[in-house]
């Protein structure tokens, strides 16, 4: 059973720095992309962007100049900074597998497939 | 890569079926088959219903299908419970992940 588990600050003053960390349970951390998404109170998932067992990342353009997304494969942990925030930046802040490597096709399988329970990132003054 | 796009609302009576669409353009929906589509109810994380266009993971219910034309992939969801009151997206992939802006489907 794949499990997410995420945690971080959850309140911020403009300009700070959030920071998120997920951990992964049940699954073979080099199998898969892992994949930070939030969602504004009321309104859709924007994807921020994803990262490989090897370090390697993918942004989303609108975002990529201020995040930042690394991995720790030791833990099992993949982490999420995102500079300079603003209100702006509120939402809940998931994490999610983004592509899954399915050994028995022999493919790389793109999806969301396991999340994390979500945290509520409020930018205040 | 711009957003998808979703209607913001459909509705239908229990026992109905109902079609969700998305559109996105040749560049991805119509070139790629990395279509999926996600469920979300409020207050929980979202949860992924259809991968590549049309494959149901295990555990997802036969009632969900999922199908494409052209720039146009589509969420069918047949027998509908009250239980499937709740928000839907679809996402797709090329270089870079985008979902569609999510559709509220109300059973009557």
């Known amino acids: 059973q794949v499990q997410l588990q995420q945690w971080g600050a959850g309140l911020l003053k403009p300009s700070e720095t959030l920071s998120l960390t997920c951990v992964v349970y049940?699954?073979?951390?080099?199998?898969?992309?892992w994949s930070w998404i939030r969602q504004p109170p009321g309104k859709g998932l924007e994807w921020i962007g994803e990262?490989?067992?090897?370090?390697?990342?993918n942004y989303n353009p609108s975002l990529k100049s201020r995040v930042t997304i690394s991995v720790d494969t030791s833990k099992n942990q993949f982490s999420l900074k995102l500079s300079s925030v603003t209100a702006a930046d509120t939402a809940v802040y998931y994490c999610?597998?983004?592509?899954?490597?399915?050994?028995?096709?022999?493919?790389?399988?793109?999806?969301?497939?396991?999340w994390g329970q979500g945290t509520l990132v409020t930018v205040s003054s | 890569q711009s957003a998808l796009t979703q209607p913001a609302s459909v509705s239908g009576s229990p026992g109905q079926s109902i079609t969700i669409s998305c559109t996105g353009t040749?560049?991805?929906?119509?070139?790629?088959?990395?279509v999926s589509w996600y469920q979300q109810h409020p207050g929980k994380a979202p949860k992924l219903l259809i991968y590549?266009?049309?494959n149901r993971p295990s555990g997802v219910s036969n009632r969900f299908s999922g199908s494409k034309s052209g720039n146009t992939a589509s969420l069918t969801i047949s027998g509908l419970q009250a239980e499937d009151e709740a928000d839907y997206y679809c996402?797709?992939?090329?270089?870079?992940?985008?979902f569609g802006a999510g559709t509220k489907l109300t059973v009557l």
């Open positions: 999610a597998n983004s592509r899954g490597y399915d050994r028995i096709g022999s493919y790389w399988r793109y999806s969301f497939d396991y």
């Open positions: 049940g699954a073979s951390f080099s199998g898969y992309y």
């Open positions: 990262i490989n067992h090897s370090g390697a990342t």
């Open positions: 040749s560049r991805d929906v119509g070139n790629y088959n990395y």
């Open positions: 590549e266009v049309t």
């Open positions: 996402s797709s992939f090329t270089t870079n992940w985008v």
